[in-house]
């Protein structure tokens, strides 16, 4: 198996290089072998160097580091010292601005990186006014700092400004988000993201129609993770787009394997994208090559999109996805009925499937405001001319009543849960029916 989880270690042929910037110690990896994830500095030597410019920060999993500044008149002064769980370094990862600071290696030091594309990709994700204020103290700070003429060698208490870091770096679970960004860096890069694909139902035939895309990830150590630990994280680090990217390439292959298997060309695939997806310069461009690479249709691919990201959406996306749909793609609006009251915007945007979410289908046979939620999406996209899919479908009492309701397309555990690629080939397979009656 590719060995993609490593150390760095700033070693050299057993000999420590000391006060040379790391990236000359770092032995160069094979490419495309392995990816970093966390550094080894030993005892005494150099990390960061003031002046310099850097491109990333760390988290000190392990170890101590001696801060030191230097003045004009080129005095060299000690004013901190950080153990475990502090981050260092994050300055020029802020603003971009040259190392503040030089930082060496106390004691050997395991150090976790921060990269600057993934520190700003988070900033750009976040609300601008956190961005803005993250700056603003910074070059406060900076200018602080550049005209201090009080700065006294380190008499050994930071502790207190340093337990305070501690904690609240715990308390943000901040290492564990900085931990998995990294590694889904690797799993993005390294084959360990998998589809599985759930199909839809007809629900008068049985027949399926179609199928979604679902993401998987299977961690090195912690095995499956759920889409739902994992996509919210790489949503807001903005590596969602890289992974939606991934997942499209890899769904349209499969839907055209599926199309050859089941000699059904008529078959979609949905894929599910988040609100960065949008922002991409070169967005339709890049979709619409991978379709064709592909051998499928653009009438072939669903977009699902969920409501809450539509409602929060900004004009660039209603474009977006104009430009899908004027390609020959559908818009499926996903967790349909959870979002809030307004439906104006199913004018405004250029949706042309409802898909309503689970809760509504699971509560409906016992509870008449689900119901009354169930019927009144149907008739409502009766009257637009939009298609519907029921999510979540689980017992026969419940397609009995969409069928009374004349829902007609149905995803959900009584007919099949997400499926590995030759399980889904299989049942679409002339042998298999194309049918889920079996499963
Ligand atoms: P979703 O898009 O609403 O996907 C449907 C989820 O409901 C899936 O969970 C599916 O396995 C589950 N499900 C399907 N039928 C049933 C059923 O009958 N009963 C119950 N209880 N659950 C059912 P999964 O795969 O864990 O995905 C969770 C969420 O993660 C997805 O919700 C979606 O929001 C997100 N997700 C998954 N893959 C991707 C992806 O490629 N991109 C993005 N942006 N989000 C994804
Ligand atoms: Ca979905
Ligand atoms: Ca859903």
């Known amino acids: 198996m590719k060995r993609i989880y490593c150390r760095i270690t700033t070693e050299n042929n057993g000999h420590m290089t000391q006060a040379s910037p790391p990236s000359n110690d770092v032995q160069a990896l094979p490419s495309g072998d392995s990816l970093q994830v966390e550094k080894i500095f030993r005892a005494g030597q150099l990390i960061m160097r003031q002046g310099e410019p ?5 988290f000190i999993q392990e170890g101590r580091v001696q801060i030191s500044v230097k003045l004009a008149d080129g005095s060299l002064v000690n004013v901190a010292q950080r153990g475990a769980g502090s981050v260092i370094g994050e300055m020029a990862i802020v603003d971009g601005g040259p190392r503040s600071a030089t930082i060496t290696a106390i004691e050997d030091c395991q150090l976790l990186e921060i990269t ?32 201090s003429a009080t700065l006294r060698d380190f008499d050994g208490d930071s502790s207190v400004l340093e337990r305070q870091e501690h904690e609240h770096a715990q308390q943000s679970r901040v290492l564990d988000a900085v931990r998995m960004t990294n590694e889904f860096r690797v799993a993005i890069a390294g084959n360990q993201l998998f589809l599985e694909y759930q199909p839809f139902i007809e629900i008068s035939s049985g027949r399926v129609v179609g199928f979604e895309a679902l993401m998987r990830w299977h961690h090195p150590v912690q095995g499956r993770m759920r889409p739902d630990l994992f996509i919210p994280l ?17 769904a349209c292959h499969a839907l055209k394997n599926m199309v050859d298997a089941s000699g059904n060309d008529q078959l979609f695939m949905s894929i599910n994208f988040s609100a960065h997806d ?24 669903h977009i699902e999109i969920t409501e809450r990201l539509l409602l929060r959406q900004a004009q660039h996306v209603r474009a977006a996805l104009l430009q899908c749909r004027e390609a020959g793609m559908d818009i499926s609006i996903d967790d349909f009925g959870t979002g809030y009251s307004s439906l104006s915007y199913l004018h405004q945007y250029p949706v042309s499937t409802l898909k309503i979410d689970k809760s509504f289908i699971n509560n409906m046979t016992r509870d008449d405001s689900a119901l009354g939620l169930v019927r009144t999406i149907l008739s409502l996209s009766d009257n637009l001319g939009l298609s519907v899919i029921a999510e979540g479908v689980e017992t026969e009492e419940q397609v009995s009543m969409l069928r009374t309701l004349r829902c007609q397309v149905a995803q959900g555990f009584l007919y099949a849960k997400p499926l590995g690629l030759d399980r889904a080939l299989e049942l679409v397979a002339p042998k298999g029916g194309g049918s889920c009656a079996k499963l």
């Open 278 to 301: 949008f922002d991409e310069p070169d967005f339709l461009e890049h979709l619409l090559q991978i379709v064709d690479h592909a051998g499928v249709r653009p009438d072939q691919i």
């Open 116 to 147: 600057q594309a993934d520190f700003s990709k988070a900033v750009s994700n976040a609300n601008p006014i956190v961005g803005l204020v993250a700056r603003l103290i910074l070059m406060r700070y900076r200018d602080l700092l550049h005209r």
């Open 234 to 250: 790489a949503e807001d680090t903005g590596q969602i787009v890289e992974a939606t990217r991934w997942a499209f390439h890899e």
């Open 54 to 58: 850097g491109d990333c920060a760390y």
